[in-house]
């Protein structure tokens, strides 16, 4: 509590407190910790026909019943692993692209004037604002074989006749950088408005001139806030499941479709749930960077 | 007879052995005072060395590591904030953004559950009492700096404490405003009769303000004392130091005669008041204010007066007074401020004369560290 | 654009690139929701059928009422949890726990929603067999689940403004009498309320966003809009959801343009606690 932290008074307060930090913290232990211990139990039961579709884990006559079967599963079928590494490489390259499209205009707008700056700024959040699923839709009607790309490539000559753009990993890519570009251009934002002016000033009055400048100073410390951008793209798009269904074909095997199908098509939740404790475990290591990154996003900001 | 020099007179607040830690790091550091019922105390010190941690362990906002504090002869360990007969005024004021300024002077003495009709007239005499009558309706943001200060002494005035505490009171205000302030801080405090404990880093307003100043460094007390105490005897070189220029020389004493002092540096002889029983240690300073010195073209006819001989290095003009940089014949740079008795600028020296500086030997304050 | 690392020029494109690249789609969805054709490919005319078709489509219109009940319940609960949880963090000093505690607080923001929403349904399941609570799902349980995870959300935005106040605020209400309990309600919550409404308005857009996790926890009985649209939009493009679309950037572009006008007002009586 920093300052006056240790104060005997507190005491009296100790029921407030109580209050204050036990609400959330038995609703947080009930409706998101518990959930992650069933899901792993149910990840070593074997499916069954029946409500629910798994055996019991406990059982009277023969104790603990625990099975490996669903993770040995998820090493001999194909699917799995070509959806897990077919989810890594769409999330990369999407989040790669984010950057690239993100960091320019992260960058400009940090250098407008000041009055442009929020304008811009509300311009780049406000697509958030409205429905995420309709906005994926969206580009169902721009990528279809009659859609605005097409016509566009068609007026233009580049194609002779429409190409199949729609449902394609290509497509799941555009949707993935269309949706999450926002969540890269904020943290570039932070770090790259911060950016003292006369920092660039000073290195481009060393020689060099502002090319030099950006690569000597702007780009290395804009390091956190492409990290933290890339993470805020790159762990949600890892688990995607709206926009490969929509935008993706039938082998657009990304890791959060396949355990949806797992679940509602072949209804074996067992296995749906080890497929998602594998994914919590994939996930860890980019979630533990971020969370380092924005700690000392934050000490730096103090 | 001041109630600090009375040993029959009963402290108002008692701090004894008074210590705090962060963290293993003692930022108020065993430190013990007496303060009396009225007076306005001063706490001065460097940044950092511990007078706001010490005002907060007084104000409840923290707990100590060891050590005690009573107020008007009740013990305030365990004693929360809102339990204790003290009131704070912040150094960033702390107004309440969402209240106006009434609402801010009145949340004391609602907190306290008075009548309505009550906590009416006393919020209106305390508004005049800092000269914002016609302010009450605004919010702290429509306030100019110095207005937001008198709201904020206002609301910590308003429950009547026993003792008010003041972080840096004037520490945001600029220079004008800052000593007009201070006059009506210590006419406030005087009407009141409420004990004022001031902390500051700013000697002079110590000195302007306080019936005592306890000198702080590291933690501890290095000095405490009445302004003129301090100023004249300091016991330190870092007390001498901190108030005003000051000059020091390093020297030895004779054996053979304790107020003869030789200079260490320049082998000059400096007159002190012969001391008294205890021995003096090898090594100690010898310091004098730069307007206890005369700075003359003639050496001094008087006895017993320490006399080195040197020449003007530059001379600033104040107006009232002139500052002397002198460099003396055995090399070593004093400062001498000598006041413009005489309109004439042709009788005072100038660059590069050779001068006689002397000072008699009570102006000597001897140093031991 | 003084101090460019690259041209103005570059920038100035690179900007222009990217704001089409986010407008160009909706608007064209929104113009397609005035062609008279029911396919996509030709434009035969201007025509509001497809508007008319959405108000009669009751189905559509159940699943935005129940959408919009559950956001609006959903963003309540969790405004107030996730401000109790940012009040837990940054003023309550270290108590048991409190590292786990910080990190399922943290976790829903980049959990996947496939994972969250399968989590939540076993754990229902479960419950239902274990205590009989809930039977059967529907909006309860959807509810619940939106709650757990936009609290989170709620949480980060109201810890950032409770970091950026001056705790000398609450140390004078302190000083002055109040008791801790007392200080929250006098001086915190009235100055964190503007992120409490900020918080509010994120919880009830990612409750009406959310598809997924609503799929999971949902009964057949409560199908939200979302879940609508996508049986809908998952066999193909059909107009009367871009009509829907179209009315769905209205409301959402009036109702920022309103919070933008409260909140500016808000900000202009509330924020002098905050330290820039
Ligand atoms: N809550 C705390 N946790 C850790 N260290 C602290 C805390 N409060 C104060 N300190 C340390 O204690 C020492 C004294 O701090 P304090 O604020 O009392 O100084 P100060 O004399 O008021 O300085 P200033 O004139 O700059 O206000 C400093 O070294 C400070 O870093
Ligand atoms: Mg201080």
């Not at chain 1, 409706?31 to 990840?43: G, K, M, N, Q, T």
């Not at chain 3, 222009?16 to 030709?42: E, K, Q, T, W």
């Not at chain 3, 980060?156 to 801790?180: N, S």
């Not at chain 3, 001086?187 to 509010?200: D, K, T, Y």
Request: glycine share 8%.
């Amino acid at each position: 509590m920093g300052r006056g932290g240790s104060a005997e008074w507190q005491r009296p307060e100790r029921q407030w407190r109580r209050t204050v930090a036990g609400v959330p913290y038995l609703w947080l232990l009930v409706f998101f910790l518990a959930p992650f211990a069933i899901v792993l139990r149910i990840s070593f039961a074997d499916p069954l026909i029946g409500q629910p579709p798994f055996t019991p884990l406990h059982d009277e006559a023969q104790g603990l019943q625990l099975t490996a079967d669903n993770y040995r599963f998820l090493t001999e079928d194909d699917l799995y692993w070509v959806s897990y590494l077919k989810s890594m490489r769409i999330a990369l390259v999407a989040t790669l692209l984010c950057l690239l499209i993100g960091y320019p205009m992260a960058y400009g707008i940090a250098r407008a004037r000041p009055v442009w700056r929020n304008v811009l700024l509300l311009l780049v959040m406000l697509p958030f604002w409205t429905s995420f699923l309709l906005r994926v839709y969206a580009w169902m009607g721009m990528l279809s074989g009659q859609g605005v790309v097409n016509k566009a490539l068609l007026a233009l000559g580049l194609v002779d006749q429409p190409v199949q753009i729609l449902y394609t990993d290509f497509a799941v890519c555009l949707g993935i950088v269309y949706t999450y570009l926002p969540f890269m251009i904020l943290p570039l934002y932070a770090v790259l408005e911060r950016l003292d002016g006369d920092l660039l000033d000073a290195a481009a009055d060393l020689g060099g001139g502002p090319r030099q400048a950006f690569l000597d100073i702007t780009l290395p410390l804009s390091a956190p806030g492409v990290v933290a951008g890339s993470m805020l793209v790159f762990i949600p798009a890892l688990g995607e499941f709206v926009i490969p269904s929509l935008l993706g074909g039938l082998d657009t095997l990304m890791i959060g479709r396949t355990l949806y199908d797992e679940f509602f098509i072949n209804r074996d939740w067992p296995l749906a749930s080890a497929v998602a404790s594998v994914l919590v475990l994939i996930l860890v290591l980019p979630i533990v960077v971020f969370q380092r990154v924005s700690q000392l996003g934050r000490e730096a900001a103090r | 007879m001041n109630p600090w020099e009375d040993p029959a007179a009963e402290p108002f607040i008692r701090i004894k052995e008074l210590r705090k830690s962060f963290g293993g790091v003692a930022a108020v550091d065993g430190v013990s005072l007496d303060i009396y019922r009225g007076e306005l105390f001063a706490i001065l010190g460097g940044s950092g060395c511990g007078k706001s941690t010490l005002l907060r362990l007084l104000a409840g906002f923290e707990a100590p590591t060891s050590g005690e504090v009573r107020i008007d002869g009740s013990d305030m360990a365990g004693r929360p904030p809102f339990e204790r007969p003290t009131n704070m005024m912040f150094q960033s004021y702390a107004l309440f953004p969402h209240y106006t300024v009434a609402d801010n002077v009145a949340y004391g003495l609602r907190k306290d559950g008075l009548g309505k009709a009550e906590i009416k007239e006393r919020v209106a005499e305390l508004l005049e009492l800092v000269q914002l009558q016609e302010f009450g309706r605004r919010k702290p943001r429509q306030l100019s700096g110095g207005q937001q200060q008198r709201v904020a002494l206002a609301r910590a005035l308003a429950k009547r404490p026993k003792v008010l505490l003041l972080d840096e009171p004037l520490a945001a205000l600029d220079r004008n405003l800052r000593e007009r302030t201070q006059f009506e801080l210590m006419g406030i405090q005087e009407r009141l009769g409420i004990t004022f404990i001031v902390v500051t880093h700013d000697q002079e307003e110590a000195m302007t303000l306080a019936t005592r100043i306890a000198v702080m460094d590291a933690g501890r007390f290095v000095q405490v004392g009445t302004p003129t105490e301090i100023y004249e005897y300091p016991n330190s070189r870092f007390v001498a130091d901190f108030f005003g220029t000051i000059n020091l020389f390093e020297g030895r004493a004779e054996a053979s005669d304790p107020s003869r002092i030789i200079c260490a540096e320049t082998g000059a002889l400096i007159h002190v008041e012969p001391t008294a029983e205890r021995p003096l240690p090898d090594v100690l300073f010898v310091a004098v204010r730069p307007e206890k010195i005369r700075i003359d073209r003639e050496a001094p006819a008087e006895q017993g007066m320490t006399v080195l001989r040197g020449t003007v290095e530059d001379m600033a003009y104040y107006g009232n007074h002139s500052v002397y940089r002198v460099r003396t014949d055995q090399g070593k740079l004093v400062q001498v401020s000598s006041p413009n008795a005489h309109r004439s600028a042709e009788l005072a020296p100038a660059g590069n004369e050779p001068v006689h500086l002397s000072w008699p030997r009570d102006c000597s304050v001897v140093l031991t560290q | 654009m003084r101090r460019d690392g690259r041209s103005p020029t570059f920038l100035f494109s690179c900007l222009c690139f990217g704001f089409a690249f986010l407008y160009v789609p909706i608007l064209v969805m929104i113009a397609y929701s005035f062609n008279d054709s029911r396919l996509m490919s030709v434009w035969t005319g201007f025509s509001l059928r497809w508007y008319g078709a959405l108000w009669e489509n009751e189905r559509i219109i159940d699943a935005a009422l129940l959408s919009l009940r559950i956001a609006f319940v959903s963003a309540t609960l969790a405004t107030a949890l996730g401000t109790l949880a940012a009040l837990a963090i940054t003023r309550m000093g270290r108590f048991r726990g409190r590292t786990l505690f910080s990190g399922m607080l943290a976790a829903p923001l980049v959990m996947p929603e496939v994972i969250t929403g399968l989590s939540l349904l076993m754990l229902f399941v479960t419950l239902e067999g274990a205590v009989g609570w809930p039977s059967g799902r529907g909006a309860d349980t959807i509810t619940i689940a939106h709650v757990t995870f936009s609290m989170a959300y709620v949480a980060v935005v109201v810890q950032a403004r409770l970091m950026g106040l001056d705790r000398a605020l609450e140390e004078a209400a302190m000083d002055l009498g109040c008791r801790p309990m007392g200080v929250t309600f006098d001086i915190i919550l009235p100055l964190i309320a503007p992120a409490m409404l900020s918080g509010w308005l994120l919880a009830f857009t990612l409750s009406l966003d959310d598809l997924v996790i609503a799929s999971f926890v949902s009964g057949p009985e409560s199908s939200t809009l979302p879940m609508v649209i996508y049986s809908k939009v998952r066999l193909g493009i059909t107009p009367d959801v871009n009509a829907l679309a179209a009315v769905i950037v209205a409301i959402v572009g009036i109702g920022i343009a309103v919070a933008g006008w409260l909140m500016a007002r808000m900000a202009r009586t509330g924020s002098a606690g905050v330290r820039s």
